[in-house]
T-cell receptor
């Protein structure tokens, strides 16, 4: 158990809908990272937050957004969902800002868009 | 060309074999090299973490980095069925933007 929690574990929704994925980092970790994992693309970095502020952006679509709250939990919002958004979404946390090499992953949320 | 390339596998070996997993990369800025292990339906788990070139050993696992060739390896000695998982290499540059770039992963199966 990494100490990172994610809810829900599974999510099934229809195209065009909006969903929110939630992540609680390990106690004391200030950085949160979101990743998308699909069979064809592998694990893709989406976005990083550090202590409530956005720090880095990766391959995140404009339909996706995220935020980190004062209690350090983070939410990833996915809207206007398409079939291709079906994937595993992972959250990771890390205790260092400049480092971030040691990232601890949560169990993931499996999103299925029908 | 992708920044990080990893043999797609899958790889199947008998118990007790020595396993060699490899990644190549193109970005000279990468300074930190990691190996993650991911069991089915679980999140990736950090296995090994190496800075710059050289070797690092942890039990049955050895990570090797050759920056001149832009090539990293993970060796597993005396492989066990419990090592059956997907192994992903990951890399990052130094500095504040420390995003990890992952290989696509290779699935290893160790047969009893």
């Amino acid at each position: 158990d990494s100490g990172v929690t994610q809810t829900p574990k599974h999510l099934i929704t229809a195209t065009g809908q909006r969903v929110t994925l939630r992540c609680s980092p390990r106690s004391g970790d200030l950085s949160v990272y979101w990743y998308q994992q699909s069979l064809d693309q592998g694990l893709q970095f989406l976005i990083q937050y550090y202590n409530g502020e956005e720090r880095a952006k990766g391959n995140i679509l404009e339909r996706f957004s995220a935020q980190q709250f004062p209690d350090l939990h983070s939410e990833l919002n996915l809207s206007s969902l398409e079939l291709g958004d079906s994937a595993l979404y992972f959250c990771a946390s890390s205790p260092q800002l400049a480092g971030g090499r040691e990232q601890y992953f949560g169990p993931g949320t499996r999103l299925t868009v029908t | 060309q992708k920044e990080v390339e990893q043999d797609p596998g899958p790889l199947s070996v008998p118990e007790g074999a020595i396993v060699s997993l490899n990644c190549t990369y193109s970005n000279s800025a990468f300074q930190y090299f990691m190996w993650y292990r991911q069991y089915s339906r679980k999140g990736p788990e950090l296995l090994m973490y190496t800075y710059s070139s050289g070797n690092k050993e942890d039990g049955r696992f050895t990570a090797q980095v050759d920056k001149s060739s832009k090539y990293i390896s993970l060796f597993i000695r005396d492989s066990q069925p419990s090592d059956s998982a997907t192994y992903l290499c990951a890399m990052s540059a130094s500095g504040a933007n420390s995003k990890l770039t992952f290989g696509k992963g290779i699935t290893l199966s160790v047969r009893p």
